[in-house]
């Protein structure tokens, strides 16, 4: 499984963006899809999930209410909206995906997203 994150860029703060993941290869064997963040200097944060048949998701408290999870199974993709954005959503966006049965876990490179004051 390859996952190609795209989207990212400098939005002012209060701004949109949409960020989207990409998935290639064994997409028959995904289950659970999931964002993170990493910021500089800090640790890799969750932010939300969502399962293969998209009934269900959850959100970190620090997105909840303005961050969106969903997924596309026919295109093979995930998004991200994220709205309302603060200086502290600056950070590079991770897409991450786990798979059915021995659960192997991938992740894309990521893209970052620089949201000004």
């Known amino acids: 499984v390859q996952l190609v994150e795209s989207g990212g860029g400098l939005v002012q703060a209060g701004g949109s963006l949409r960020l989207s993941c990409a998935a290639s290869?064994?997409?028959?064997?995904?289950?659970?899809m999931a964002w993170y963040r990493q910021a500089p200097g800090k640790r890799r944060e969750f932010l939300a999930t969502?399962?293969?048949?998209?009934?269900?998701?959850n959100y970190a408290d620090s997105v909840e209410g303005r961050f969106t999870i969903s997924r596309d199974n026919a295109k093979n993709t995930m998004y991200l909206q994220m709205n309302s954005l603060k200086p502290e959503d600056t950070a590079t966006y991770y897409c991450?995906?786990?798979?059915?049965?021995?659960?192997?876990?991938?992740w894309g490179k990521g893209t970052l997203v620089v949201v000004s004051s």
């Open positions: 290869g064994d997409t028959f064997s995904i289950n659970t």
């Open positions: 991450h995906a786990e798979t059915h049965g021995y659960g192997m876990a991938y």
């Open positions: 969502i399962s293969s048949d998209t009934s269900t998701t």
